[in-house]
């Protein structure tokens, strides 16, 4: 079975600051990464995905890809107490036509 | 612009009853369609997919099923719930035929069903 890891947190940061998420991979074929946030109570909703190794800007948003190391982070900048929630990561599979999902990161942001 | 529609939004049901939840996607046609439920505090479990009509791989052999009848609905169901079945479950949809570079799913707004 092909995983997903990311640390559950609670991530804790004030107001302003930059939250770091970080997710592993073990599966070597796969090739799209995405984020994913959660409110909860809620269904996930797409922030932003990633093909290449290297960063993808996206507003206050930053994803980082590296395929060597297999894993893929989240960079929240000037954090916001609305950015409160439980982020997602997924990878696609090169197994089944679907993506594979980490458990999440629950990030509290700290007005 | 598409959009996916999923009810009933919450649902209370004993053990051992049948099951029914439908999923509509509008604004697309021929979109690859998934079922996952996400239990309390846990991430997403696969339960279904299917590329079209007709077409349903299973992940997780258990007492569910899933059919396609038309292009855009796909319906979860099952005979006799048990407890284990409560859980959040969220239907998603993806532009077929993309391969493995680009399958963005975006998720309806999901069923949360009890089991009691």
């Known amino acids: 079975q092909k995983e997903v890891e990311q640390n559950s947190g609670p991530l804790s940061v004030p107001e302003g600051a930059i939250a770091s998420l970080n997710c592993t991979y073990s599966?070597?074929?796969?090739?799209?990464f995405f984020w994913y946030r959660q409110y909860s109570g809620k269904s996930p909703e797409l922030i932003m995905f990633i093909y290449s190794n290297g960063d993808k800007e996206d507003g206050r948003f930053t994803a980082q890809l590296n395929k060597a190391s297999q894993y893929v982070s989240l960079l929240i900048r000037d954090s916001q107490p609305s950015d409160s929630a439980t982020y997602l990561c997924a990878v696609n599979s090169q197994f089944v036509r679907a993506l594979t999902f980490g458990s999440g990161t629950r990030l509290q942001v700290q007005p | 612009s598409q959009t996916i529609h999923q009810w009933p939004a919450t649902l209370v049901q004993p053990v051992g009853s049948p099951l029914s939840l439908e999923c509509t996607v509008e604004g697309t046609s021929n979109p690859n369609l998934y079922w996952y439920r996400q239990a309390a505090g846990r991430g997403l479990q696969l339960l279904f997919y299917?590329?079209?009509?007709?077409?349903i791989s299973s992940e997780v052999p258990q007492n569910l099923s899933a059919s396609r009848p038309q292009d855009r609905q796909f319906i979860l169901s099952s005979k006799k719930l048990l407890l284990s079945d409560s859980g959040f479950y969220l239907c998603a949809w993806s532009v077929a035929g993309m391969g493995g570079w680009t399958d963005t799913q975006y998720f309806g707004p999901g069923t949360r069903l009890t089991v009691l």
């Open positions: 599966d070597r074929g796969s090739q799209s």
């Open positions: 299917s590329v079209g009509i007709g077409q």
